[in-house]
């Protein structure tokens, strides 16, 4: 039996400039960082004693003779690529899928490093992300970015750039000062709405030459909050997030609902400097930036009580 423990991420900065089709033009990149939010597979070879030859759990099962016959599309087409059989494979997760937090990428790197695990065979983060990523976009056809595979591989608040040659991660390496700091402002609320983020990913990919404007923007703004993080000032990291999410708003109008809007604003009535909703959009976890009572200002200065 493997188990894995695969984290899943928060998409700061950059999202949308991760679709092949703008990065392979004008390059790519996102901040990201994966949280202490965990997916579990649990892999095993089923004994030849029961009535089905795979059984799968996730939010529902499924007992099948064939590998064909798996409606899942990921772990069929995961089984048939890497010739698993007599297979149970068993999901489990600390938060509900479809919210915007690479439930899916996660769950896949998971999967294939269980799988791979399993064969005796082990398999670098590079590796892990890229086949993640041929799994989810070339075998199930799902629309959608490459950022949440590597994410979920690699681990960390990185940096990752996108080009005609692939992907690099850089590591944003900031002190534990800083972090805390960081911590310490952000929120998140689900906001109890999920959703399936191809849907949406879709109609994006559909605006990626009419939207040029705002992804160039978008792909700037990733150096801008990664220079905020490193030189400390964390509250313009959170005024950053308010330009991030109002450039995704003009790509695609299906990335929010009036309930959201109503959210956000109600959160920077309140006092939030800025927020976004994590993924493709449409429901999910909504993350805002607000200062903490005793925490430090940007500059250092303590905030009054």
Not at 14 to 33: A, C, M, N, R
Not at 100 to 119: D, E, R
Not at 155 to 167: A, P, S
Request: charge should be negative; include cysteine.
């Amino acid at each position: 039996m493997v188990i894995t423990q695969t984290p899943f991420r928060i998409s700061f900065f950059g999202g949308g400039t991760d679709f092949p089709g703008f990065y392979e033009k004008h390059g790519g990149q996102v901040l990201s960082t994966s949280i202490d939010k965990y997916c579990y597979v649990t892999v095993r070879h089923l004994p030849p004693f029961f009535d089905c030859a795979n059984y799968i759990v996730y939010s529902k099962i499924e007992r099948t003779q064939h590998v064909s016959e798996i409606e899942h599309p990921a772990v069929r087409e995961a089984m048939k690529w890497l010739d698993m059989h007599e297979l149970a494979v068993i999901y489990d997760a600390d938060l509900p899928a479809r919210t915007g937090l690479g439930t899916s990428s996660s769950f896949a790197v998971g999967m294939l490093s269980a799988f791979y695990s399993l064969k005796g065979k082990y398999v670098d983060k590079r590796r892990l992300a890229e086949e993640a990523i041929y799994l989810e976009r070339v075998l199930c056809g799902e629309s959608g970015g490459v950022q949440d595979q590597i994410a979920a591989a690699y681990g960390g608040l990185n940096k990752i750039t996108f080009g005609q040659d692939g992907f690099e991660v850089h590591p944003v390496v900031i002190n534990g000062e800083k972090r805390d700091a960081l911590n310490d402002n952000l929120l998140l609320f689900f906001t109890g709405m999920s959703r399936f983020s191809s849907t949406i990913q879709v109609e994006q990919e559909k605006n990626l030459e009419r939207k040029n404007a705002q992804l160039l923007c978008m792909k700037e703004l990733v150096d801008e909050a990664e220079r905020a993080l490193v030189e400390g000032r964390v509250d313009d990291f959170g005024r950053l997030l308010d330009v991030e999410w109002r450039l995704k708003r003009e790509i695609n109008d299906k990335v929010s609902a009036p309930v959201i809007d109503g959210y956000y604003e109600r959160a920077l009535k309140a006092g939030a400097l800025g927020g976004k909703l994590l993924g493709a959009g449409g429901g999910g976890f909504l993350l805002t930036y607000a200062r903490a009572c005793g925490a430090g200002r940007a500059d250092g200065d303590p905030l009054p009580i």
